[in-house]
T-cell receptor, first 110, second 112 residues
Framework: GIQVEQSPPDLILQEGANSTLRCNFS?????LQWFHQNPWGQLINLFY???GTKQNGRLSATTVATERYSLLYISSSQTTDSGVYFC????????????FGTGTRLLVSP | ETGVTQSPTHLIKTRGQQVTLRCSSQ?????VSWYQQALGQGPQFIFQ???????GRGNFPPRFSGLQFPNYSSELNVNALELDDSALYLC???????????FGEGSWLTVV
């Protein structure tokens, strides 16, 4: 099956710093999403981005489908950005069977 | 707030018992998926229901089963619980196979 690798596995930032999270996937995909999981387990959808670039406030994402990677940018990080960031992909059509990466654990300190 | 609610939030069961986890989706979300997330790992797809029929299954044994109801609620049932079933169980829903999927806060299951 498709493999999804995320890097770095852990990241510690000072508040206000910028960061880039990477997601590599082993095969072509029809669906790629970025999620943020807060310390209580809630997964929040950040971006649906199978290709191209999107921005939402301090967050932006770029997926280069032909090279099988996606990047999530966090600018001016805040303590509330702490948590685990997951990239999830889907190859098939007709139903959603997301394959998640192992995540990047981010800690933003004041 | 994703509009997807799960219950119970936490529970403890004994090995060999059965458990039912519940999920209530947003009105109109006719696709629901269940995921298992072990500690320190990413969620793993269990199965999906579309318009009350199973529509895709991951690598989970038949003792994991589910139901979806017309009122946009669903259940995950696990029989003959094993210690390795201890995990966070997440419900997710969307319109058809739409591109935005909404997760609930999950049910933390501990099997002792």
């Amino acid at each position: 099956g498709i493999q999804v690798e995320q890097s770095p596995p852990d990241l510690i930032l000072q508040e206000g710093a910028n960061s880039t999270l990477r997601c590599n996937f082993s095969d072509s995909v029809n669906n790629l999403q970025w999620f943020h999981q807060n310390p209580w387990g809630q997964l929040i959808n950040l971006f649906y981005i199978p290709s191209g670039t999107k921005q939402n406030g301090r967050l932006s994402a770029t997926t280069v489908a032909t090279e099988r990677y996606s990047l999530l940018y966090i600018s001016s990080s805040q303590t509330t950005d702490s948590g685990v960031y997951f990239c999830a992909v889907e190859r098939g059509t007709g139903f959603q069977k997301l394959v998640f990466g192992t995540g990047t654990r981010l800690l933003v300190s004041p | 707030e994703t509009g997807v609610t799960q219950s119970p939030t936490h529970l403890i069961k004994t090995r060999g018992q059965q458990v039912t986890l519940r999920c209530s989706s947003q009105s109109g979300h006719n696709t629901v998926s269940w995921y298992q997330q072990a500690l320190g790992q990413g969620p793993q797809f269990i199965f999906q229901y579309y318009r009350e029929e199973e529509n895709g299954r991951g690598n989970f044994p038949p003792r994991f089963s589910g139901l979806q109801f017309p009122n946009y609620s669903s259940e995950l049932n696990v029989n003959a619980l094993e210690l390795d079933d201890s995990a966070l169980y997440l419900c997710a829903s969307s319109w058809d196979s739409g591109n935005t999927i909404y997760f609930g806060e999950g049910s933390w299951l501990t099997v002792v």
